[in-house]
């Protein structure tokens, strides 16, 4: 589970602890061995750089990395990226600069965005959002990916498609495998389809017992899946993300990562 394995490595959202505060909840599964982390900024204090700074301050004590942020202000991407209010969108894009300058503090390299949820809203419009903000994120030195979410158009595959045939090379995406299963797709399916402009992972297993459960809870072949991911040529993080009600001691989610990487190490050798 250290950082900078090989080019597929295993981590840990720290969002699976919520609403525990993350400067407690990243320590302690840093504590159970995991080193690669997405960090979840829940409000706006928690972007304050005294506040980035312990965070970046833990993860330096335990030899660790932040691959990742995900901002809390994502509800609002619809109405305030999307609705051709030009000045309120250039507000919000300068707003989400404290989060690239958080992220430059942390080292982080990848932005998750939810993206549209408006049904009236066409593939200019969603393409333009995103590429305004990632022209914003990559002044910084960083990127950012478009998540699939199944209350989000930007859920259905076939708009992520399109999204990767109108933008080539600057269309980034996360793969999370539960959304994926809540919009009826085997997660494969965005593998093959979208290959290697998926750059990040957020990865649950699924089954009877629920679709957000921990590796071998349910019927997802990991292997399978990694093997998929890598004879596309991914290259990156596979984070555990699970909600908190989806295990119990915090010692499953260091076993649900080592599940991961085992995994990993089988298909990589």
């Known amino acids: 589970m250290s950082a900078n394995r090989g080019r597929i490595f295993s981590g840990a959202s ?84 404290r989060y690239f300058e958080a992220m430059n503090l942390l080292g982080a390299r990848y932005f998750v965005l939810h993206g549209n949820k408006s049904e009236s809203a066409p593939d200019s419009v969603v393409f333009e959002g995103y590429l305004r903000l990632d022209d914003c994120a990559r002044s910084f030195g960083v990127r950012v990916l478009q998540e699939n979410v199944v209350r989000c158009t930007t859920g259905r595959l076939e708009q992520l498609v399109r999204m990767k045939k109108a933008l080539g090379d600057r269309a980034g995406f996360v793969l999370d495998t539960k959304q994926a299963v809540r919009s009826g797709y085997d997660p494969t399916q965005f593998v093959y389809a979208l290959g290697d402009s998926i750059k990040h992972i957020h990865f649950s297993d699924h089954g009877p017992a629920g679709d957000c459960l921990l590796p071998g809870a349910g ?49 990589l050798g």
Request: glycine share 10%.
């Open 219 to 267: 019927e997802l072949d990991t292997v399978g899946f990694i093997e998929a991911l890598n004879s596309v040529g991914f290259s990156g993080g596979v984070i555990l993300e699970l909600y908190r009600r989806n295990f119990g001691r915090y010692e499953e989610l260091s076993a649900g990562v080592r599940d991961i990487q085992s995994a990993i190490d089988t298909v």
């Open 14 to 97: 720290v969002a699976c602890g919520y609403p525990e505060l993350p400067e407690r909840v990243l320590p302690r599964l840093c504590r159970l061995g995991i080193k690669s982390f997405e960090i979840f900024f829940n409000t706006h204090s928690e972007l304050e750089p005294e506040y980035v700074g312990e965070l970046k301050g833990i993860l330096d004590d335990y030899g660790a990395e932040c691959i990742s942020v995900h901002p809390f202000t994502c509800g609002s991407d619809t109405y305030m990226l999307y609705s051709g209010y030009k000045r309120r969108e250039q507000d919000y894009i300068e707003y989400h600069k």
